[in-house]
């Protein structure tokens, strides 16, 4: 059964910075564009068989969205947006169509769970994947980087879940129990303490700690 969240919005990563502490203490911080977004729809247990809302965030042109989401917009009487997701709650009779949510929904010190897509790294091998140790180098070695014995002598075949080389990034990842730092509610900006998954401008989705 999925955990219910008791507050959570959308948000895109702007970048990175650093700030300092009341003592001087220089700390790198995490800078999201936290909001505004809007609740599309509301879901109880009475219609669909639990609470959750759909937000959604970052307006777009009425061209680019798809017929049947198109249709949830006209529905709720909202603008159209990039992205739409859903957020399991404790009650969606709280929250109301078409109801604006910002930033100012944390608070400083509050912490939170950050999820978003990695970066994608390409084709990568095992000492970068997933921290290998190389062989020897001299010129007789010929075993530098590759990853040398795959399976028992046994069953003559590659067990499931060898770590080999691959595909590297592009997963979704999430960062848990991050403090928030600083909240700007006029600039629906937040100050997160570390580093969050994906690039520039990429989504986030931010909740409440699971662990707090």
């Given at each position: 059964m999925l955990r219910a969240v008791?507050?959570?919005?959308?948000?895109?990563?702007?970048?990175?910075?650093?700030?300092?502490t009341d003592d001087g203490q220089a700390m790198a911080v995490t800078v999201i564009e936290a909001g505004p977004c809007v609740v599309v729809k509301k879901k109880t247990p009475e219609t669909d068989g639990y609470n959750a809302i759909q937000v959604g965030f970052s307006?777009?042109?009425?061209?680019?969205v798809n017929r049947p989401d198109r249709g949830q917009f006209t529905?709720?009487?909202?603008?159209?947006?990039?992205?739409?997701?859903?957020?399991?709650?404790?009650?969606?009779?709280q929250y109301e169509i078409g109801q604006?949510?910002?930033?100012?929904?944390?608070?400083?010190g509050d912490l939170i769970d950050v999820t978003g897509v990695s970066k994608g790294k390409g084709f990568a091998g095992g000492i970068k994947r997933h921290?290998?140790?190389r062989g020897p180098m001299g010129h007789g070695s010929k075993y530098h980087r590759r990853s040398g014995s795959l399976g028992a002598k046994g069953p003559a075949r590659v067990f499931k879940g060898r770590k080999m080389p691959g595909r590297l990034g592009g997963e979704r990842v999430?960062?848990?129990?991050?403090?928030?730092?600083?909240?700007?509610?006029?600039?629906?900006?937040?100050l997160v303490k570390g580093a969050v998954?994906?690039?520039?401008?990429?989504?986030?989705?931010?909740?409440n700690s699971v662990k707090a």
């Open positions: 008791k507050k959570g919005l959308l948000a895109r990563k702007v970048g990175m910075t650093q700030v300092f307006g777009v042109k009425d061209k680019k529905k709720a009487q909202v603008k159209p947006t990039r992205w739409l997701r859903e957020f399991r709650v404790e009650d969606a009779n604006e949510i910002k930033a100012d929904l944390f608070q400083e921290n290998f140790h999430t960062v848990q129990k991050l403090k928030i730092v600083k909240v700007y509610p006029e600039k629906n900006i937040i998954p994906g690039p520039r401008k990429g989504l986030l989705s931010i909740k």
